[in-house]
């Protein structure tokens, strides 16, 4: 299929497939650019209805079904996260329908020519915020940095904005990648590799297929940072026809970006100087890593080492990634909400191993596939209690039964009340989920924000349980 090109179209209707965040950016987008556009989604039209109440009177759509209208359209745009086996992706194709990502429309509209890319299974968020972060801090005066994509500012908002000398710093995900054949971001990075969302890609193929279509289409005047100890990364890395940079935590002699003694080293292609910074004050060894490419991301675009520094000293993290709420009533309390997968919940457990067994674990929400016993030795190290909350209760117990105790608490109000009376002053209260959250909550923010406000309330009005 050919690139997107707006030209193309001019004065035809534009199809939009999934009205969600990325989706209801698109059409917006879209209208502003002359076109006429019709969206479909299969949620029932009422709760569409209200979800675009702000949305321009003149999109046309229609909710609880795909009908032919879609077929009559010059294009179609399909949002992220919609399987691609829908049965109205294959009569669009049957009817030769081009269908286009919400990533490469609104591209076709960016006048930015340095794409800054992200992707990987895990620390994507933490990654790309602290890349934009630096981008702001390091980039020369008039030069602007946005941040978009996966973190929760659709392509289509952010796009469009920029002017020609500006910077796009994205993260990327598997669902927006899959149907992205022409993305080419100047500079990218793949953190890591582990078996994630293959309900949604139909197997880990499918999955290492997507992600390696962030450097595809780069050609040895781009850039792509990978992680040398990651082996699917480092395997992946060999096809790529872009100039490749590596890190890795401890130095080898293929390796641009290293730690010792507590900083992060770098030596890039063609230098004899090592450069040396001080990483961010994050736990955990996936922080470290997320520093080093964050760092070969900046420098691979020759920006100055001491504003890099400035940035990273600065960086607090991101919400909802490991984020300390303090001690909340004799407890120690941690909002993992974006850990929806077994590996991110297995780095959350890594960085409390030094508080021994003393963490209340919070799992459940929708399963997405994956085995929870991988699990089961980080707990062992860890954890005092299993709380689970959630659809996926039932599995996650079978897989972890006789590991520690098993809390069903079947919702997140449950599992924090139950922390707060069974708990001694000095544990550690950890919503760390493995799961996807549509089973109760719109997504992890609100599952996030949900468990923020209850452990304040809880802490605030009864505190905790003493041990007689």
Not at 11 to 38: D, E, H, I, Q
Not at 411 to 440: I, K, M, N
Request: glycine letters at 8%.
């Amino acid at each position: 299929m050919e690139r997107f090109e707006p030209g193309a179209f001019k004065g035809r209707k534009a199809g939009v497939l999934g009205l969600g965040r990325s989706g209801t950016a698109c059409a917006k987008l879209l209208l502003s650019k002359g076109f006429s556009v019709f969206a479909s989604d299969s949620r029932p039209a009422p709760e569409l209805k209200a979800m675009l109440g702000r949305a321009p009177k003149r999109l046309d759509w229609e909710g609880g079904r795909h009908s032919r209208k879609l077929l009559q359209c010059a294009f179609v745009v399909k949002s992220p996260g919609l399987s691609p086996d829908l049965p109205i992706l294959s009569r669009l194709r049957d009817a030769r329908v081009p269908v286009y990502s919400e990533l490469e429309v609104a591209l076709a509209f960016c006048k930015a020519r340095d794409i800054v890319a992200v992707t990987g299974t895990n620390g994507k968020t933490t990654t790309t915020t602290l890349t934009g972060e630096v981008f702001r801090q390091a980039l020369p005066r008039g030069r602007r940095a946005a941040v978009c994509g996966n973190i929760g500012i659709p392509f289509s908002e952010a796009a469009p904005k920029l002017g020609a000398k500006d910077c796009l710093v994205a993260e990327v995900s598997s669902y927006q990648l899959e149907d992205s054949r022409h993305f080419r971001p100047r500079a990218a990075a793949i953190l890591n590799i582990t078996p994630d969302h293959l309900d949604h890609h139909g197997g880990m193929d499918r999955y290492l297929s997507a992600k390696a279509r962030i450097f595809q289409e780069q050609s040895a005047s781009d850039l792509c940072v990978f992680n040398a100890e990651d082996p699917l990364c480092l395997k992946m890395s060999r096809d790529c026809p872009a100039k490749k940079l590596y890190f890795g935590l401890t130095p080898q002699p293929f390796i641009h970006a290293w730690m010792s003694r507590g900083k992060i080293r770098i030596r890039l292609p063609g230098s004899r100087r090592e450069l040396s910074l001080s990483p961010p004050a994050l736990p955990g060894r996936h922080n470290l890593e997320n520093a080093m490419a964050s760092a070969l991301l900046a420098l691979g675009l020759d920006l100055e080492l001491p504003k890099i520094q400035k940035a990273f000293t600065a960086f607090r993290g991101v919400e909802h990634r490991l984020e300390d709420l303090g001690l909340l009533g004799g407890l120690r309390c941690l909002n993992d909400s974006k850990a929806t997968n077994v590996d991110s919940t297995m780095v959350a457990l890594k960085s409390l191993e030094s508080v021994g067994n003393r963490v209340f674990l919070i799992l459940g929400g929708l399963h997405k596939g994956s085995s929870y016993k991988p699990l089961a030795p980080f707990i062992a190290k860890s954890a005092k209690a299993i709380l689970t909350i959630g659809s996926a209760a039932a599995k996650i117990e079978e897989d972890l039964r006789g590991t520690k105790p098993l809390l069903p608490c079947s919702d997140l109000e449950t599992a924090v009340e139950t922390a707060f009376q069974v708990a001694s002053p000095g544990d550690v209260l950890l919503l760390s989920p493995a799961c996807a959250s549509f089973d109760q909550f719109k997504n992890f923010e609100e599952r996030g924000s949900r468990f923020k406000a209850l452990v304040r309330a809880r802490a605030k009005t009864h505190g905790v349980q003493k041990k007689k």
